[in-house]
Every structure is written in structure tokens, then in C-alpha cells.
């Protein structure tokens, strides 16, 4: 395009412009406009997201109980502690990446602890030694457990409601214990699809090759046993932590038609002491009598490890014994 010529009037001289110059002068104020334009538009985006989750508190709990049902409710805590051995003794439910470990759940890190936005942490009294490493931030007592002998729905429930209160959601937590329900009942359909006669179970732990833990009426396994038409059956009065200590030959009190359930984690070199026991052998768990081996639950977890043992059990292969 040719130029064209202006006269400068002061000057009497001519100033020649090229079209092809102003157009692209104009253009490129154009293309500014729209890009500051668009990026107080994110910004604008981006303030109406960080508001939209500026009410969502955050909850620290070192308790994996509280934490699990939390989680499992859809408002999981931004810490907790013990993340590296979750999976070996919680499994389900997942924690999200972005968790943030606070070291040893009952010594927790407390410079870790100050440089998290904290509004409220949730525990119970196993935990209440720590409460000054939070400073003024308010700390509430959630307890997963037996208020009698015996465990009851209503003991998982309730702490379950305690807990939707607290994160101002009370309907989060109402509709996660009816889903619970739910899902408890379809693992029981399906076990019993697979194992019809296996009624009756005997829940254990093993600490070694001899010795272990009997879980018993005043632990979660009696209410999810429970809500699965099945029998939970025990050897003697639990302690408060829903367990009686026993050694392998105390299984031989068992009928033959209960079925017992190796709780995991057990480690290679106890799995192969068993294995090579004698006692292990006489009893014929496997043979003449019915096992099968869980993945791990939290045993003095909440809601969250009921449907998590129920659907570990609508899964499980068991072997041995008349009831298969």
C-alpha cells in the first residue's frame, strides 16, 4: 500500500504515515483490551471458586477413625497422622494426595501443626494430651465405640451425626449412613449368594505365631455381623478395647461350623510359623474347618470400617469345613 502524506501545519513539512502502520497499531490496542478483559474475568472466576469453598472447614484429626468416616463422608480432614501405614491397617478409604501426614498420631509435629489453616480439630480422649500444639484453635471428642457390652448400630450412628454437626453438614452425614446401610446390605446379599451356610464367624488377630486378639460383642464386628444376619461368636468378655487375648489352642473350643477370619495385616514370617505350627495343623483351618483372610479394617475405626469389613467379607474366599 502506498504511503500517504500529511502536512504538519506548524512544520509546513510533510510526515508521512503508513496506513499498514495505524491499522496495526490499532489491532494491537484491540488484542490488549481483550486479554486484560479476560483476565480480570478469571481472576473474577477464580475469587467466585475460592469463595465458594471459603466455608468448607478444615479439620485436622489425628484419630483414624474420625478421619476414615470423615473422609468416607465427602469432607475428608487436611491431616492426619501415621499416612505412611494407612493402607496396611486402614485400607479403606482412600486418603486424598493432597492429606497432609502429621507425623506420629499421638505426638503429632508440632511446627508442622502451626503451619497448617486450621479451624477445628476432632479426636477423642486418646489424643487430648495434644490439644496445646493446636493453640486456640477449638478441638471437639468423637468416639467410635461401645457404650455397653455389647456394640450396637446406634453406637457408629450417632458419632456419625457428631461428626456431620461439627462440620456444619448435617445432612452429609445422615445421607452417609443411609448409604452405609445400603452398601452393607448388598455385601451381605452377595456373601450370602457365595457362602449360604456360613453363618456363625469367629473374628481373630494375630500378634505371633501363638498368640492373638479375639475380637468380641463390644467391638464393631458384632453390629456389622449384625446387619448381615450373621453370628459373631466369642470366647469370654472382651476388655475396652473389644478383644480378648487368646492363644492358638483356645481355638479348638470353636464348633465345627464356625468360621474363622484371619484379620491382615500378618507379616511373611508369621504367615509361615503358623504354616509349620502343629496346633495349626491338628485344628484343620482349612481342611475340617472353615478360614478365610480379611484385608485390613480399622478395628476401633467408625462407619467407614463397618462397610469396609462388610465389604472385605462379601469378597473373601473361604475354605474348608461342611459350611461351604
Same mark, same amino acid.
Given at each position: 500500500?502506498?504511503?500517504?502524506?500529511?502536512?504538519?501545519?506548524?512544520?509546513?513539512?510533510?510526515?508521512?504515515?503508513?496506513? /499498514?502502520?495505524?491499522?496495526?497499531?490499532?489491532?494491537f490496542?484491540?488484542?490488549?483490551?481483550?486479554?486484560?478483559? +479476560?483476565?480480570?474475568?478469571?481472576?473474577?472466576t477464580t475469587?467466585?471458586?475460592?469463595?465458594?469453598?471459603?466455608?468448607?472447614?478444615?479439620?485436622?484429626?489425628?484419630?483414624?477413625?474420625? &478421619?476414615? !468416616?470423615?473422609?468416607?463422608?465427602?469432607?475428608?480432614?487436611?491431616?492426619?497422622?501415621?499416612?505412611?501405614?494407612?493402607?496396611?491397617?486402614?485400607? /479403606?478409604?482412600?486418603?486424598?494426595?493432597?492429606?497432609?501426614?502429621?507425623?506420629?498420631?499421638?505426638?503429632?509435629?508440632?511446627?508442622?501443626? +502451626?503451619?497448617?489453616?486450621?479451624?477445628?480439630?476432632? #479426636?477423642?480422649?486418646?489424643?487430648?494430651?495434644?490439644?496445646?500444639? $493446636?493453640?486456640?484453635?477449638?478441638?471437639e471428642?468423637?468416639?467410635?465405640?461401645?457404650?455397653?457390652?455389647? &456394640?450396637?448400630?446406634?453406637?457408629?450412628?450417632?458419632? !456419625?451425626?457428631?461428626?456431620?454437626v461439627?462440620?456444619?453438614?448435617?445432612?452429609?452425614?445422615?445421607? $452417609?449412613?443411609?448409604?452405609?446401610?445400603?452398601?452393607?446390605?448388598? &455385601?451381605?446379599?452377595?456373601?450370602?449368594?457365595? $457362602?449360604?451356610?456360613?453363618?456363625?464367624?469367629?473374628?481373630?488377630?494375630?500378634? #505371633?505365631?501363638?498368640n492373638?486378639?479375639?475380637?468380641?460383642?463390644?467391638?464393631?464386628?458384632?453390629?456389622?455381623?449384625?446387619?448381615? #444376619?450373621?453370628?459373631?461368636?466369642?470366647?469370654?468378655?472382651?476388655?475396652?478395647?473389644?478383644?480378648?487375648?487368646?492363644r492358638?489352642?483356645?481355638?479348638?473350643?470353636? #464348633?465345627?461350623?464356625?468360621?474363622?477370619?484371619?484379620?491382615?495385616?500378618?507379616?511373611?514370617? !508369621?504367615?509361615?510359623?503358623?504354616?509349620?505350627?502343629?496346633?495349626?495343623?491338628?485344628?484343620? $483351618?482349612?481342611?475340617?474347618?472353615?478360614?478365610?483372610e480379611?484385608?485390613?479394617?480399622?478395628?476401633?475405626?467408625?462407619?467407614?470400617?463397618?462397610? /469396609?469389613?462388610?465389604?472385605?467379607?462379601?469378597?473373601? /474366599?473361604?475354605?474348608?469345613?461342611?459350611?461351604?
Amino acid at each position: 500500500m502506498p504511503p500517504v502524506f500529511y502536512t504538519d501545519k506548524l512544520s509546513k513539512r510533510p510526515i508521512v504515515t503508513s496506513v /499498514s502502520v495505524m491499522t496495526t497499531l490499532k489491532w494491537f490496542a484491540l488484542t490488549l483490551c481483550l486479554v486484560l478483559t +479476560a483476565c480480570n474475568s478469571q481472576t473474577s472466576t477464580t475469587s467466585e471458586v475460592e469463595n465458594s469453598h471459603s466455608g468448607r472447614m478444615n479439620i485436622v484429626s489425628p484419630d483414624w477413625g474420625n &478421619a476414615a !468416616t470423615l473422609t468416607a463422608m465427602g469432607h475428608a480432614p487436611i491431616a492426619t497422622g501415621d499416612v505412611r501405614v494407612w493402607d496396611r491397617w486402614v485400607g /479403606s478409604p482412600k486418603l486424598p494426595t493432597s492429606i497432609t501426614d502429621l507425623g506420629i498420631r499421638y505426638q503429632p509435629n508440632a511446627e508442622l501443626i +502451626a503451619q497448617l489453616p486450621v479451624d477445628m480439630v476432632i #479426636d477423642n480422649y486418646f489424643y487430648e494430651h495434644a490439644r496445646n500444639l $493446636y493453640g486456640d484453635v477449638p478441638a471437639e471428642s468423637v468416639m467410635f465405640a461401645a457404650k455397653g457390652e455389647t &456394640a450396637t448400630w446406634a453406637d457408629y450412628t450417632e458419632p !456419625t451425626r457428631e461428626l456431620g454437626v461439627l462440620i456444619d453438614n448435617p445432612k452429609m452425614a445422615e445421607d $452417609y449412613i443411609v448409604q452405609s446401610q445400603k452398601d452393607i446390605q448388598l &455385601a451381605s446379599q452377595q456373601f450370602k449368594e457365595r $457362602y449360604p451356610k456360613a453363618k456363625k464367624f469367629a473374628v481373630v488377630q494375630f500378634a #505371633d505365631a501363638n498368640n492373638m486378639r479375639m475380637y468380641v460383642a463390644n467391638s464393631l464386628f458384632q453390629p456389622a455381623l449384625e446387619q448381615m #444376619d450373621r453370628e459373631l461368636v466369642v470366647l469370654g468378655k472382651g476388655n475396652n478395647w473389644g478383644f480378648v487375648p487368646i492363644r492358638m489352642g483356645d481355638l479348638a473350643q470353636l #464348633d465345627d461350623e464356625t468360621c474363622l477370619l484371619i484379620i491382615d495385616p500378618l507379616s511373611p514370617i !508369621t504367615r509361615a510359623e503358623i504354616d509349620d505350627s502343629l496346633i495349626w495343623q491338628r485344628l484343620g $483351618y482349612g481342611n475340617t474347618r472353615c478360614v478365610g483372610e480379611l484385608p485390613p479394617v480399622w478395628i476401633y475405626g467408625g462407619m467407614s470400617s463397618l462397610v /469396609s469389613l462388610a465389604n472385605n467379607l462379601s469378597d473373601v /474366599s473361604l475354605k474348608g469345613g461342611e459350611v461351604l
